[in-house]
């Protein structure tokens, strides 16, 4: 597997071999370099998948704490020693920096601890290109991957002691010189009270850089630091803005210069599954019936559940299928395999869906055209694969609705005139529904998804759902009166120790195979194609 550079003829994806490189002479890195060695296809998914899980953690974190507050750096600090001690990217998520900084001489060293502190630089290296590849297609996902990785770049700068950053920044020539003492002492009122809480035996014994105030916006803007003459004095204890102010300028650059370049690079063809899968890959849970107490929950259940436990996106499904008696091909997939989800077994699935149905249509119709892509969803068709229900980030990302449509994310891809109308239905406060309103005009739809539900269940726990079986079994432990577990992504168990009221009880699967609609695969790869049954009822009538 190779990424980069270029060849007479047939351009190639390809990552040069390396030895020894700047990028690994310190823990932290700004990626100036692309990676320049040899890989397999296998550690290409391996380190995309880690670093992903990183970032991911970093998202989650992010939404369920104020970033830059004592609580979420003590959140991320605990989630980071949990993928430490889980062999995750451990350059990357190494909380000790301090204890493993080394200078380029006693990197080339070939003891076993330096090759394994090389190594993981490595990894870290290289996985942060692989996930450019992926993150650089499209504005959303270049501004989602730049807010994560500065995150992450931020508070691994702020674990540094002084010599860790004087190192640095004279890696990366970032010649930012502290003042002297006696400059600082003629501006030492100035200094003194660009902040506040600080006394002149403050400003006296920390380090000012002085700095163009472009290079600070962030500070400036909180008036957290003394101008003059288009100059910013900062502390060192702010000294951090300024790097990662740097960092962002030179992430974004490269983002959208990748960006022009990646038609050329993947014209082989191989890596756009792979790529493709990143960005709507789902870390948490399955949700897989094989797992679950499958036949417990019953088509006659549903209309009830999806009154009490249903996320938005599934009781519009229920509603508009109730009403229609029939939904279009994604519209039955999100649901159908939310309910392969929930515990709803093939034979009840097959009831329910021709209870529905044979309300407009004759039974052999149903048979003929819809009973099989409902047999082939439970794995019971065609390659047999038994297919996970979709989580929140794919429902968001994958397929939007046009005209006829239900599937999606109300949050996502309704009008906010028809949101607030929905939301208004379930007798929500103004204030609440006010509220939910604003976080999806910024973009913030889990957000919003999560405030609902805590505004339905009367919590003042902080619920980030990224899966909507994780808020239906959430919503079933506030119905049982047990704590919700907050919508983070956790790594599979045996069992979840939820059951549904009145009966089911789910447990969950590993990761999943991907989903039917992948049109970049290709089983020289090993990555499943898109089943032709996936499309067999797919005709033109569905779609007028």
Known sequence: MEIGGVRRGRVRPRIYGSAYTVEHCHPIQFYNHPPTENITLKEFEELASERLRVLRTVETIGLRHARGSN??????????????????????????????????????????????????RRRDHISHFILRLAYCKTEDLRRWFISQEIELFRFRFQLMNNEGVKAFLELHNLHYNPISNDDKAKMINELKNSRYGTSEEGVDKSEYYKVHFTEVLELVRGTKVYLEKGFAFVPESELVVVVVSAFRSRLSRDLVVMSRSLPRLLEEGRLLPLLYDLTQQYLGQDFDSRKSAAGNVTANMLEQLSKDSYPLCMQNLHQNLRQYHHLKHWGRQQYGLFLKGIGLSLEEALKFWRMEFTRIMDGDKFDKQYAYNIRHNYGKEGKRTDYTPLSCIKIITANPPATGDFHGCPFRHFEVDLLRQRLQSFRLPNDGINEIVDLVKQGHYQLACGRHFEIRNNLDVKFVPQHPNQYFDDSQRVIQGLKPTGGVPSAPTESSGISLVPVVSKKTAAESASHCGNEFASESDGVDLVDPSCWDDMDIEEFK
């Open 71 to 120: 609580d979420y750096r003590s959140a991320l600090d605990a989630e980071m020693r949990k993928l430490w001690n889980d062999g995750i990217l451990r350059g990357l998520t190494r909380t000790k920096i301090n204890d493993h900084f080394e200078n380029e001489e006693l990197m080339k060293k070939t003891t076993n601890e330096k090759a394994d502190v090389k190594n993981e």
